[in-house]
């Protein structure tokens, strides 16, 4: 028995043994494993955390230069491309005001000359600037007997036509002044001697001229490309009266016709002689904040009438108004259309002469009209249809009752 106890005590005293070895070893190789990790930290140059942020960094803002990189590359593709089809449509620069005033400055020399051989070169210089050489070759004949002038503020604008191809035809009304310096021809029998002295011949004609112009757009300037022809245009008084902008407005005649007019007694007193600092109080107009800045004095108020707006706080006003020169008195009547904005018990000026508030109101109740005809049209179809079955349903009674 003692034999047996040993033995197995000895068995256990042998397993705890090695257990604890396999113990200890697992610890001491912790152990080496801290160590070793503390002589890595030691042997760590210093700034090794710096230099891998600083890596890190560096790849970051790599990165991201090239994501902007990209993205300016794909960008300037689709602008080019936006700016290939805005020159596509660009409009043609002949109708522009540019070419307007080309065309003007062309007709003040082309209807100005003296008769003379020496001014005729001179004026073929001036008109080889618009013309080209052969062209102004021709265009300056002037004649031998007659001088001509021509104001410009006597050059009227009347039509442009596009003739597409950055060419356009300038018609202008003109007044010119002939003058004939040696005067008129005596007649045989006419009774005037050689000692009265010469009366220059005078002569006001008003002609209409087409001008044909072009924009070079290699050489980046205007040209009349043909010489200008004739022509005339049929200008009849105006007789019938236009169609106002607040035409078709609904009117109002309430009780607020009254405040309306002593607030534009006020408006108009204030806009004549006002700063833009005490406009802007008034006028939410930033347009017309600066008012007439005392070029003219406010007289009185004229022929108004009222309507309604896009809402029930919203009016629209169209007055004449008596306006008067402050240094000679003379005065103008002058008509105003305005947009006024009830806030808070008084009125304020939303928009003055603003046609797009007056068309967008006149769309919007078109269409209201529209869906209430529309509407109107549904309800007819309904009761046109319940009356066709009750005179099916008063057939069929009919019927069964015959039966």
């Given at each position: 028995?003692?034999?047996?106890?040993?033995?197995?005590?000895?068995?256990?005293?042998?397993?705890?043994?090695?257990?604890?070895?396999?113990?200890?070893?697992?610890?001491?190789?912790?152990?080496?494993?801290?160590?070793?990790?503390?002589?890595?930290?030691?042997?760590?140059?210093?700034?090794?955390?710096?230099?891998?942020?600083?890596?890190?960094?560096?790849?970051?803002?790599?990165?991201?230069?090239?994501?902007?990189?990209?993205?300016?590359?794909?960008?300037?593709?689709?602008?080019?491309?936006?700016?290939?089809?805005?020159?596509?449509?660009?409009?043609?620069?002949?109708?522009?005001?540019?070419?307007?005033?080309?065309?003007?400055?062309?007709?003040?020399?082309?209807?100005?000359?003296?008769?003379?051989?020496?001014?005729?070169?001179?004026?073929?210089?001036?008109?080889?600037?618009?013309?080209?050489?052969?062209?102004?070759?021709?265009?300056a004949t002037g004649d031998k007997k007659w001088n001509s002038k021509i104001?410009?503020?006597?050059?009227?604008?009347?039509?442009?036509?596009?003739?597409?191809?950055?060419?356009?035809?300038?018609?202008?009304?003109?007044?010119?002044?002939?003058?004939?310096?040696?005067?008129?021809?005596?007649?045989?029998?006419?009774?005037?001697?050689?000692?009265?002295?010469?009366?220059?011949?005078?002569?006001?004609?008003?002609?209409?001229?087409?001008?044909?112009?072009?924009?070079?757009?290699?050489?980046?300037?205007?040209?009349?490309?043909?010489?200008?022809?004739?022509?005339?245009?049929?200008?009849?008084?105006?007789?019938?009266?236009?169609?106002?902008?607040?035409?078709?407005?609904?009117?109002?005649?309430?009780?607020?016709?009254?405040?309306?007019?002593?607030?534009?007694?006020?408006?108009?007193?204030?806009?004549?002689?006002?700063?833009?600092?005490?406009?802007?109080?008034?006028?939410?107009?930033?347009?017309?904040?600066?008012?007439?800045?005392?070029?003219?004095?406010?007289?009185?108020?004229?022929?108004?009438?009222?309507?309604?707006?896009?809402?029930?706080?919203?009016?629209?006003?169209?007055?004449?108004?008596?306006?008067?020169?402050?240094?000679?008195?003379?005065?103008?009547?002058?008509?105003?259309?305005?947009?006024?904005?009830?806030?808070?018990?008084?009125?304020?000026?939303?928009?003055?002469?603003?046609?797009?508030?007056?068309?967008?109101?006149?769309?919007?109740?078109?269409?209201?009209?529209?869906?209430?005809?529309?509407?109107?049209?549904?309800?007819?179809?309904?009761?046109?249809?319940?009356?066709?079955?009750?005179?099916?349903?008063?057939?069929?009674?009919?019927?069964?009752?015959?039966?």
């Open positions: 028995m003692r034999k047996k106890l040993g033995k197995s005590n000895g068995k256990k005293d042998g397993i705890v043994k090695k257990s604890m070895d396999v113990f200890k070893k697992s610890s001491e190789n912790e152990k080496r494993k801290k160590e070793m990790r503390k002589l890595e930290k030691k042997s760590k140059p210093k700034g090794y955390r710096a230099k891998k942020l600083g890596a890190f960094t560096f790849w970051m803002l790599f990165l991201f230069m090239l994501f902007i990189v990209v993205v300016n590359v794909f960008s300037s593709s689709g602008s080019s491309n936006a700016g290939n089809e805005a020159d596509n449509l660009q409009v043609n620069k002949a109708l522009a005001a540019e070419g307007v005033e080309f065309s003007k400055g062309f007709v003040a020399e082309y209807f100005t000359w003296n008769n003379g051989n020496e001014d005729r070169a001179q004026r073929k210089m001036k008109l080889s600037y618009y013309l080209p050489e052969k062209l102004s070759d021709l265009a104001l410009r503020e006597n050059i009227h604008l009347k039509e442009v036509e596009d003739l597409g191809d950055n060419r356009a035809r300038v018609i202008f009304q003109v007044k010119i002044n002939f003058e004939n310096p040696t005067g008129k021809e005596n007649k045989e029998n006419d009774k005037a001697t050689e000692d009265e002295p010469v009366v220059p011949e005078k002569i006001e004609t008003v002609k209409y001229i087409s001008v044909p112009i072009l924009y070079d757009v290699e050489e980046s300037r205007f040209a009349v490309y043909e010489l200008p022809s004739f022509t005339y245009m049929n200008e009849e008084i105006v007789g019938k009266g236009i169609e106002s902008e607040t035409e078709g407005l609904k009117p109002i005649n309430d009780g607020s016709m009254q405040n309306i007019r002593a607030f534009l007694e006020t408006f108009f007193e204030a806009y004549a002689n006002d700063t833009k600092d005490k406009l802007t109080y008034i006028v939410e107009d930033p347009k017309h904040q600066n008012g007439l800045n005392k070029t003219m004095d406010f007289v009185s108020l004229k022929n108004t009438e009222i309507f309604e707006g896009k809402k029930v706080s919203e009016k629209i006003v169209r007055t004449e108004v008596v306006l008067a020169d402050p240094n000679t008195g003379i005065e103008f009547i002058s008509t105003y259309i305005l947009v006024l904005v009830e806030k808070e018990m008084r009125y304020t000026v939303l928009f003055i002469n603003n046609k797009q508030y007056i068309d967008e109101l006149k769309s919007k109740k078109k269409a209201e009209a529209e869906a209430e005809i529309e509407k109107g049209m549904e309800v007819e179809e309904d009761n046109q249809d319940q009356n066709h079955d009750a005179e099916s349903n008063r057939l069929d009674k009919n019927d069964t009752e015959n039966e």
